[in-house]
């Protein structure tokens, strides 16, 4: 792909998207370590939790999200989500095979490698953990480690309400992490973006001994290196547009981005037809 790519005539950028809020922390990390890269970032919010939801409708809203945003100039798109990533990632790439796509998915190889004891855990949601994707990582990675994989259901949608300091968040976090902290797992991934915006409750859950893996830093990676063999235009210096937008209430997302992630200075756009 170059310069004059006919997905859109618009000025270059990368995509992402998320069921929700989730996938800010991805786009921190991208904004991190690409400052002069222009991103545009979806919240599904409308559409939101996805991991309640069979494979077809999470699939046919990450083409709409997707398209959305090619047509908007994204030349690289990632799917910050783990449950779209492991349902739609297939299809995304078959309806745009010129296109870089970059997934989230649990890193079972390297929590396999980072443990100590041969016992880990995933936290994530339930779709995630069913489809067909993780079940292939396993069967690929797990070699012969003892993988607990715990749904956690409820989770997102707390997370989504902006309330991160909410007590039902830490009666679900203490209904998750008490089978891992029976199980004596030493290594917990973070299987869904959202995990990492309560990251500190889990590790006080779990205990101080338990390593926490997240996956945003290596997704980031992923996308500077391919986006560097894009060779792609950028903006000079460090203040490249992030755009936010949502199909749900963009007064919320504009305070929870305040809040979160410090980010006081940003509107978000709402796309409530999308």
């Known amino acids: 792909m170059n310069r004059n790519s006919p997905l859109s005539p618009l000025p270059p950028c990368i995509g992402v998207f998320d069921s929700g809020v989730g996938g800010l922390t991805v786009l921190r990390e991208l904004r991190r370590q690409l400052p002069s890269v222009p991103l545009r970032y979806i919240a599904d919010t409308a559409y939101a939790p996805y991991g309640s939801h069979g494979s077809d409708y999470i699939t046919e809203r990450s083409l709409r999200l997707a398209g959305h945003l090619i047509a908007q100039g994204a030349r690289l798109l990632v799917v910050a989500c783990n449950t779209a990533t492991a349902h739609a990632v297939g299809a995304l790439r078959a309806r745009w095979p010129e296109l870089p796509i970059v997934g989230t998915e649990p890193g079972i190889k390297p929590a396999v490698a980072a443990s100590r004891n041969g016992r880990i855990a995933v936290l994530a949601t339930v779709a995630t953990l069913a489809s067909e994707r993780y079940r292939d990582l396993l069967a690929r990675h797990a ?10 259901p409820g989770l ?3 997370i989504e309400a902006g309330d991160l300091q909410s007590p039902s968040i ?8 008490a089978p891992l902290r029976e199980a004596g797992v030493d290594t917990v991934l973070l299987g869904c973006t959202h995990y990492p915006l309560i990251q500190p409750r889990l590790q006080r859950a779990l205990g101080e001994q338990v390593q926490l893996l997240n996956i945003e830093t290596a997704v980031a990676q992923q996308s500077v290196r391919l986006w560097q063999a894009l060779d792609l235009p950028t903006s000079e210096g460090a203040n490249a547009p992030l755009h936010l937008a949502t199909t749900g209430d963009a007064a919320a997302l504009q305070r929870f981005v305040a809040e979160a992630l410090g980010w006081t200075d940003l509107s978000v756009e709402a796309l409530p037809d999308l």
């Open 143 to 152: 070699d012969g480690t003892q993988v607990l994989s715990q749904p956690c």
């Open 156 to 158: 997102v949608d707390l």
């Open 170 to 177: 830490d009666a679900l976090i203490e209904r998750f992490c």
